[in-house]
């Protein structure tokens, strides 16, 4: 059966569900400092406002895509305790949020399909470097993926 279409009030109201199920898991963290805490519960209430009371030029599922795209990584490339009771609460509560690892996608595609895709890459690869998610010829790889996509985008 096709999944029905969503309305943007729906999958708004979808994502505002997500964050406070984040925000409670940050409240309880014990991994995370008061700082990091305190800067993820700020700008999830933040996005949390964006996707429930947009701008009327905003109101329109693709904005909402990037919403829940700026959510999402963290969550999608984090690794521990916090993160595990996030993705059990999301599927307990039915929301309806795929786990994925957009590095490991892109690589194994060998192409970033979007600006989305794009948008992780970069701000996820010396993070994931650093963590020992990928190697150093992984670095390299989606360095040439990345201007590849930077290419294509120009029109090049």
């Keep these: 059966m096709p999944k029905k279409r969503q309305l943007y009030q729906e999958r708004a109201e979808q994502l505002a569900k997500a964050i406070d199920i ?13 700082i990091t805490k305190t800067h993820f519960l700020n700008w999830g209430r933040e996005l ?7 701008e009327p030029v905003f109101r329109k599922i693709a904005s909402l895509k990037y919403l829940e795209n700026d959510f999402l990584v ?5 690794e521990g305790k916090d993160v595990e009771d996030f993705w059990i609460e999301i599927y307990k509560n039915g929301i309806d949020y795929e786990r994925k690892d957009t590095i490991q996608a892109v690589l194994k595609r060998n192409k970033i399909k979007d600006v989305h895709e794009y948008d992780n890459v970069i701000d996820n690869i010396v993070v994931a470097e650093q963590i020992g998610r990928i190697n150093t010829e992984q ?12 290419q294509r985008q120009a029109g090049g």
Aim: proline share 3%.
């Design 48 to 54: 949390k406002n964006l996707a429930l009371h947009p």
């Design 74 to 78: 963290y969550w999608n490339e984090a």
């Design 139 to 150: 670095v390299i790889e989606l360095n040439r993926l990345i201007a590849d996509f930077e």
């Design 22 to 34: 984040a925000e409670k898991i940050m409240l309880s963290s014990k991994s995370l400092d008061d």
